[in-house]
T-cell receptor, first 115, second 112 residues
Framework: AQSVTQPDIHITVSEGASLELRCNYS??????LFWYVQSPGQGLQLLLKYFSGDTLVQGIKGFEAEFKRSQSSFNLRKPSVHWSDAAEYFCAVGLPYSSASKIIFGSGTRLSIRP | ETGVTQTPRHLVMGMTNKKSLKCEQH?????MYWYKQSAKKPLELMFVYSLEERVENNSVPSRFSPECPNSSHLFLHLHTLQPEDSALYLCASSQDPSDEQFFGPGTRLTVL
């Protein structure tokens, strides 16, 4: 069955430090890949997406993600975090060739920023 | 209005009440979704509508009743809810069910 795994429930990093959030998926073909961010009490906002082509994807707010087919991963990175980056981050996969064509979300990683 | 809007933003209701949540998308999308987000739980997909036809119902109790009168509007009718139904209810839309989804700000529902 298709699945998305975010192994880190909660991560704390210092302001100005680099960040990497992990995402692994299970799917028979190359899926569409997304990262969303959610601030408390708000809806989800798309940070970036990968459909095909260059495996390093640039997004908004200085985020990037790299698709690694061999590892079935799509990790999110930021070279220097800001206090405003504290939020919940969700990885998601779209299944374009599945009869249940839809997006599956991971369980999320909560990011805290240490001053 | 742009994007996806949801009303009301907050709702408190008793277990015997009947209420409705409204979602409207101004993006010209063909698919709309209802999600439930509870504390410390993953995002739960409840319903998917594509071209105004319900294409997915993830074993949601019948006390939740969706309605999609046209491609821009989606409702979630609520009746005889339970306290465990308290959550943030998110609406989303997309051009295609496997494409990126655009989310509304959510309705924070509290059932007393």
């Amino acid at each position: 069955a298709q699945s998305v795994t975010q192994p880190d429930i909660h991560i704390t990093v210092s302001e100005g430090a680099s960040l990497e959030l992990r995402c692994n998926y299970s799917y028979g073909a190359t899926p569409y890949l997304f990262w969303y961010v959610q601030s408390p009490g708000q809806g989800l906002q798309l940070l970036l997406k990968y459909f095909s082509g260059d495996t390093l994807v640039q997004g908004i707010k200085g985020f990037e993600a790299e698709f690694k087919r061999s590892q079935s991963s799509f990790n999110l990175r930021k070279p220097s975090v800001h206090w405003s980056d504290a939020a919940e981050y969700f990885c998601a996969v779209g299944l374009p060739y599945s009869s249940a064509s839809k997006i599956i979300f991971g369980s999320g990683t909560r990011l805290s920023i240490r001053p | 209005e742009t994007g996806v809007t949801q009303t009301p933003r907050h709702l408190v209701m008793g277990m015997t009440n009947k209420k409705s949540l409204k979602c409207e998308q101004h993006l010209g999308h063909n698919a709309m979704y209802w999600y439930k987000q509870s504390a410390k739980k993953p995002l739960e997909l409840m319903f998917v509508y594509s071209l105004e036809e319900r294409v997915e119902n993830n074993s949601v109790p019948s006390r939740f009743s969706p309605e999609c009168p046209n491609s821009s509007h989606l409702f979630l009718h609520l009746h005889t809810l339970q306290p465990e139904d308290s959550a943030l209810y998110l609406c989303a839309s997309s051009q295609d069910p496997s494409d990126e989804q655009f989310f509304g700000p959510g309705t924070r529902l509290t059932v007393l």
